[in-house]
């Protein structure tokens, strides 16, 4: 669900431990199957040690108003309710902000710009969303990942994934509970300013 511009979004979602839901079809890797991933090791590496960072390459994590912004945003279309493509949500829950989800979206966010690919996959470890959330020891019952690359601001960044079914469908997901979202900047890399949201659910 990606679109051939500059600005690329695309969803991915598990409900349990296997259902994958929502993958971007460009993305070979996510036509991979789902592993159970309750007894995934901690401590994955996000970074590549042996792949070079570029040189004008910074890590430009959301600041703590910045992801209450974010926030805010998401819960503004979340608690009134949305149509996603052609599907009808009624009004869910507010998400609530969680540390770890947002280890889990920056980590994801910064390595997409840093060394310039557009993936649920990490670049080198192969890792899915699942894995990068259990490495940072959250625990938890069902997640969702939504990325996008291009957005010059948190607006435009939500705005994209409200507009589009799937990540929409994501945002609107009443078994998700809690949030952290990511951004990550490279002036070299292909889209510059690369954004995840990340949802989940504890056990």
């Keep these: 669900m990606c679109t051939p511009t500059l600005r690329r979004i695309a969803p991915f ?12 079809v460009d993305d070979p890797a996510a036509q991979q ?6 007894n995934t090791p901690p401590g994955l590496i996000v970074f590549d040690e042996g792949a070079p960072l570029p040189a004008d390459f910074v890590i430009q994590a959301l600041t703590a108003s910045e992801q209450t912004t974010m926030l805010s945003t998401v819960n503004a279309k979340r608690t009134r309710g949305a149509t996603c493509g052609t599907t009808a949500y009624s009004a869910a829950p507010a998400l609530v ?12 966010a910064a390595d997409m710009a840093a060394r310039n690919y557009f993936s649920h996959y ?34 435009a960044a939500v705005d994209s994934w409200y507009k589009s079914a799937g990540h929409c469908a994501n945002f609107m997901n009443k078994n998700f509970t809690q949030a952290g979202f990511g951004k990550g900047y490279s002036a070299s890399s292909t889209y510059k300013n690369y954004w995840v949201a990340v949802m989940a659910k504890p056990l």
Excluded: D
Aim: glycine letters at 12%; one cysteine or more.
């Design 33 to 38: 199957p789902e592993e159970a991933l309750e």
């Design 13 to 24: 979602c598990l409900l349990g431990l296997f259902a994958a839901c929502g993958q971007p």
């Design 122 to 155: 990490t670049q080198g470890t192969n890792a899915n969303p699942g894995q990068r959330i259990t490495a940072t020891g959250y625990k938890w019952s069902t997640y969702g990942e939504n990325i996008a690359a291009g957005q010059t601001s948190i607006a």
């Design 97 to 108: 902000t969680n540390a770890k989800l947002v280890q889990a979206a920056e980590g994801h």
